[in-house]
């Protein structure tokens, strides 16, 4: 989240789309109705009428993997009646710089795609530069080659009616939507988006987000309260396992896991662009400090200047190659991988074509699997169609402690870190996560200092020192690691920082070895001043928009609401005079955290050459409409999911996403207007269960709410199949099938599209043959695809074809 | 100073805190159910589900709403039911509060007529005979606390305290919503210390939101009871 | 841990309600016997975050001072986000904790067994390690195909966890990196 939960409540008009906060993030609705009852508006746009739905203002329906139709007809509306902010587009985003000629968009393809690698060379997608290095800027906003105009004649094509046809929405709700959120574009107003899933699990996952990312630069609801875009994370600490980097292509902080181009850490520090334009922050410039400072984290002492701060001891990528998740299973599937942990998760029915995973499994000759409960991946051995005696699978089970039976802290999808504590003792022989990887790289260093083994070096100088008195993991030594030390005297300025204080913010971190900082966005959490993430007061900021600021920790820097210097005007003074989030009083910023404390330029033509441009992370300053450095394409495109319903793409002739990643094993079939398989699938979650279910299923309250796997699907698709409400049916696609009971529903109801009526089912994804014991309740990943999305490789479980059949 | 509460549906979004928060602390077992092609589960309040949020798709001129209702008993100001079963021991009233309670005496009283005088169809039977429902959570409530359920709201659908704060509180949410929802009443807002705020016509969320048509009419077995003994009720009423 | 301005479900307004039984004869306070003292009355305060969704609510934890183990998990009415609130879920905490399908022991199935084996932690960490070393060392590689140096095995993968804390989370990516592992994700990438 840009924002955070308790800023919905500032909103003009929020839009939950790709997500069903209500019954996925029920608190959040404790914001969202207070909104509401300020005056603003609840939109709810999803394939069915959810809890979410139920409270909205204006509900619209939309065929799953649809929705950059739908947004690129409202960038298209936004344009068209000229209801962006001019003023606001100029000081914070890149709509006035001029585009090269090598740009262009033609036949469904942007320039530069190469049919063979199923990719696109970016470099065609490049701003203008003049002389010095700096994009050349048309402030009229009129050059047809700048940015604006692009966007412009991009989204021409998406018109109501061409819009309706893809998205199967009636072009009266498409225009009621339309119209309620482009009006936040009104000077002082404020429209938010709530996205999760639903926008992420497809083939065009990230262009999703950027098509929303526009549609807010052009209404200026960026950095305002009650604007930003804000996914809604799913899991208590996915925001904080992601700032740590248990990623393949990430390390702690969102630097780039070393790969082959990088062969020397002198050319991994030279790697980012540099800006010439002196007004340009170009944040991601110290990132050296970052670097260096995380590499004496992982290896203290060792780590010195002559052998690169032990850079060559973190293992390399292939330059280009992905190592994700369906990447991962794809290999193991291959018979490449040996030994996997499984620790803390339950891939058995968490990603897509969970049915190739499990295969996958059979191949290994270890496994490790830690977790609260026993659960599918655990027992993949003896699940259904498996026989024991075949499998060769060596299994280990460690029982893991229950959050509340340990100490450390968790980060939520507002970036807000907490701290939590013990409460009750361990149950039985379970052990918290941390004292078993501690415990177990014990073990591995003695081995390694025993036996010797391959290059043992990264093993052994591994700063490994986090037991407490006892031996057991102290929380609070890693949370100070995780920030970082002074490791000589530092003078900064006039001060002198002593050795072996902890470092006050990342503005102190240094490129020569002489701090340390496990993650540099974490630097401040745990300072001199004590356990930041553990405060409680309850005082709000003098803005009183209910951030909170001395209410646990926000990284970075306790920022609560990112890019904030786009909420006012090259003077300083907030666009919104009400809920302001920060201004420029008597020198110096007052409100929340300020994307960097330098001074409003004052004038676009003269600006203050003490002033820096507000998008700090961006290379050159300023928002980017212009996505130049994605895999698919600058601007969003409407493509089709891998499996669809219809032959063509009413808006280009390229059906699917040309750069969607696939697979090629027996186990990746796909089918798209196939007759076998007629109705669009897709998958979500309910309030009373989580991800796969591993936390809620072995709960007897919760099963009791939500004993069975079900499909849901409309009363006229039920009436066409025979299915009475209630039955049990089986879902079927190209790789598994699943039983499930049916709801039949008013809440869904088919599409009208083009030239066809299409039915639309979906499924919750919470079960596994595990829990309950029945063994009958299986999982709806089963059913979804091996592809997903060129620049995240997240799959695209939200939208596949099915065929539902009686038993 | 007796308590009531609000329940505004308007914004009840169906999360069921309420529902669980009810089992948790009250250490109730959860039931053995199935899917039954619907959202809402249990299917009916029980010996041991005393909080139910009922769930009903309708089409209200043409256009969808998804309604939900967060069931329980509505500690009438003068219970049926405690009239029905005549005995202080089995049902009465606690005076600070005016929560009616049941004990479990009720298994030896003629539970079928408890049962048939509740205009609201809240009081079950378990297996031992004796009757339950909701207890307006009068363990926290003596200590200060709120009811498990209303504590748990997210939204502000259910709110709980002064019964005159309440009664006024409801309708002034009532007038608020009027303009939006012309339709929209309060559920027997004299009669019960539970007032609902319905945005349609109640028999849409549940054919008993509202007072049953047997509505605080005595049923036979309470006009006997009377008969018998006219100062029973009277007395179940001290507690 | 500092819990301010403490409102553990006050009331707004109200006092406590009283607990008399006043008006009736002694003997009908038994049969009357609803319970008024609170089943947290001894029990030791923790404060904690949901373990569910990334909303982030404050749960306050209530355990036993005999037992050491759960008795009451609920909201946090101090917590700034959700103010005392709690979902289904969040409602439900004491069941994920005090739940007797939880494994309490480490568990060992052998190649081709047909069942688990209770073993010992000891062992089990043990006899990982050994397995860890063993692929390792056997897969280790220090240049590609293409003779760049890259430090890694490519035959050992990890998923997870979002489950796990910030703490927990760092020190696990430093082990597996040190490992030299590349096939590393977990649930933000689904």
Known sequence: ?807 | ?239 | MELTRRQFGQITGAAAAGVAFSGLGSDLKPVMAHARELKTKAAKETTTICPYCGVGCGAIVSTSQTTGRVINIEGDPDHVINRGALCTKGSSLYQLVENKNRLTQPMYRAPGAKQWKPVSWDWALDTIAQRVKATRDATFTAQNAKGDPVNRTEAIASVGSAALDNEECWIYQAMLRAMGLVYIEHQARI
Request: with cysteine.
């Open chain 2, 1 to 239: 100073m007796a308590k009531a509460f609000f329940i505004d549906t308007t914004v009840c979004t169906a999360c069921r805190g309420c529902q669980v928060a009810c089992k948790q602390w009250k250490g109730l077992p959860a039931e053995k159910t199935v899917n039954r092609g619907s959202f809402q589960n249990p299917e009916d309040l029980s010996f041991t589900t005393l909080k139910l949020v009922r769930m009903s798709e309708t089409e209200i001129e043409n256009k969808l709403h998804w309604l939900f209702f967060p069931d329980q008993c509505r500690h009438c100001i003068e219970p049926p039911c405690l009239e029905a079963a005549g005995e202080p021991k089995a049902i009465y009233k606690d005076k600070a509060t005016g929560a009616v309670l049941y004990t479990k005496v009720t298994k030896e009283l003629d539970t079928e007529s408890i049962i048939q005088s509740c205009p609201y169809n809240i009081p079950r039977k378990g297996p031992d005979g004796s009757l339950s429902k909701c207890d307006m959570c009068i363990d926290r409530v003596s200590n200060g606390l709120l009811p498990a359920c209303v504590k748990a709201c997210p939204t502000g659908a259910m709110s709980f305290g002064e019964y005159k704060d309440m009664r006024f509180w409801a309708q002034a949410r009532l007038s608020e919503l009027k303009h939006k929802y012309p339709k929209a009443t309060l559920l027997n807002p004299d009669k019960t210390r539970v007032i609902y705020l319905v945005a349609f016509n109640p028999n849409l969320y549940w054919d008993y939101a509202v007072a049953s048509e047997r509505e605080f009419d005595i049923t036979r077995a309470v006009a006997m009871q009377r008969l018998l003994n006219p100062l029973r009720g009277f007395f179940s009423q001290l507690g």
């Open chain 1, 1 to 807: 989240m840009t924002n955070h939960w308790i800023d919905l409540k500032n909103s003009d008009c929020i839009l939950i789309m790709g997500s069903n906060a209500a019954e996925n993030h029920p608190i959040s609705m404790k914001y969202v109705t207070e909104a509401q009852e300020r005056g603003g508006k609840l939109i709810s746009v999803d394939p069915r009428f959810t809890r979410t739905s139920a409270k909205a203002d204006i509900y619209a329906p939309l065929r799953s993997g649809t929705d950059i139709a739908f947004l690129g007809g409202l960038i298209k509306y936004i344009i068209d009646k000229r209801l962006y902010s001019e003023e606001y587009l100029l000081a914070n985003s890149d709509a006035s710089f001029l585009v090269g000629e090598g740009f262009e968009f033609k036949n469904g393809l942007f320039s530069g795609y190469d049919a063979g690698k199923r990719a696109y060379d970016a470099s065609k997608w490049a701003y203008q530069l003049d002389a010095n290095g700096v994009p050349k800027r048309d402030l009229t906003l009129q050059d047809s080659r700048c940015v604006l105009q692009l966007l412009k004649a991009h989204y021409a094509r998406y018109t109501p009616e061409r819009v309706s046809k893809i998205t199967g929405t009636p072009e009266k709700d498409l225009l009621a939507v339309w119209k309620t959120y482009a009006a936040t574009g009104e000077k002082g107003k404020a429209g938010t988006i709530m996205y999760a899933m639903g926008w992420t699990q497809h083939t065009v996952g990230v262009q999703n987000i950027r098509a929303m990312s526009i549609i807010q630069t052009l209404l200026a609801n960026m950095g305002v309260a009650g604007g930003g875009v804000n996914a809604l994370r799913g899991e208590s600490n996915v925001q904080g396992s992601t700032d740590q980097a248990l990623l393949f292509h990430i390390i702690p902080g969102y630097m780039a896991t070393p790969a082959t181009n990088w062969p020397k850490l002198e050319d991994y520090l030279k790697r980012r662009a540099k800006s010439n334009d002196p007004l340009s922050a170009n944040w991601w410039q110290n990132e050296p400090k970052y670097m260096v400072s995380l590499l004496k984290a992982y290896f203290g002492d060792a780590a010195v200047k002559e052998n690169e701060f032990g850079y060559q001891w973190l293992p390399k990528l292939d330059a280009g190659k992905a190592y994700s998740w369906l990447d991962l299973f794809d290999v193991m599937y291959n018979d490449r991988i040996k030994g996997f942990f499984a620790w803390g998760m339950n891939p058995a029915c968490s990603g897509a074509n969970a049915g190739k995973t499990r295969a996958a499994m059979a191949k290994l000759d270890w496994l490790v699997n830690v977790n609260l409960f026993d659960n599918e991946t655990g027992s993949f051995w003896r699940g259904p169609g498996l026989n024991p005696a075949k499998v060769k699978t060596e299994v280990f089970m460690l029982p893991a402690c229950v959050s509340v039976e340990k100490e450390g802290s968790i980060t939520n999808s507002g970036r807000w870190m907490q701290w939590r504590y013990q409460g009750p003792k361990r149950l039985g022989e379970s052990r918290p996560d941390g004292d078993i990887i501690l415990a177990l790289g014990n073990k591995l260093r003695e081995l390694y200092k025993k036996e010797g083994g391959a290059f043992p070096d990264p093993i052994l100088n591994l700063k490994w020192d986090y037991g407490d008195s006892h031996g057991e993991f102290d929380p609070h030594k890693v949370a100070k690691q995780i920030n970082g030390y002074f490791l000589e005297d530092v003078k900064v300025g006039e001060t002198l920082y002593k050795k072996g204080t902890l470092v006050p913010s990342f503005a102190f971190l240094q490129a020569n070895g002489t701090t340390s900082s496990g993650n540099w966005i974490y630097c401040g959490s745990y300072t001199e001043k004590g356990n930041m993430a553990a405060r409680r007061s309850q005082k709000d900021a003098p803005n009183g928009i209910g951030l909170y600021p001395e209410f646990a920790w926000a990284w970075p820097v306790n920022r609560r609401i990112i890019y904030n210097r786009a909420s006012v005007d090259l003077q300083g003074q907030p666009i919104d005079r009400k809920d302001w989030v920060v201004k420029w009083e008597n020198g110096k910023w007052v409100g929340d955290v300020p994307d960097g404390g330098w001074p409003p330029p004052g004038s676009l033509q003269n600006p203050d050459p003490k002033a820096r441009w507000p998008f700090i992370m961006t290379r050159h300053g300023f928002a980017t409409i212009f996505g130049a450095g994605l895999k698919d394409g600058p601007f969003p495109e409407h493509y089709e999911p891998l499996e669809c319903p219809v032959e063509k793409n009413y808006m280009n002739p390229q059906r699917v996403n040309p750069t969607a990643p696939m697979y090629g094993t027996k186990a990746d079939a796909f089918a798209t207007c196939d007759p076998r398989f007629p109705y669009v699938g897709t998958t979500y979650r309910v309030s009373e269960h989580w991800q796969t279910g591993l936390m809620t299923r072995p709960q007897a309250w919760l099963m009791e709410m939500q004993p069975q796997m079900f499909v849901e699907m409309s009363e006229e698709l039920a009436a066409l199949r025979q299915i009475k409400n209630g039955e049990r049916v089986k879902a079927v696609t190209a790789r598994g099938s699943v039983e499930c009971t049916a709801i039949v529903t008013k809440r869904f109801k088919p599409f009208k599209l083009a030239d066809l009526v299409v039915h639309e089912v979906g499924f919750p994804y919470h079960y596994g043959w595990r829990w309950p014991v029945s063994g009958k309740e299986e999982s709806a990943n089963l059913l979804t695809p091996s592809t997903g999305d060129p620049n995240t490789r997240i799959p695209e479980s939200k939208a596949f074809m099915v065929n539902i059949v009686k038993i």
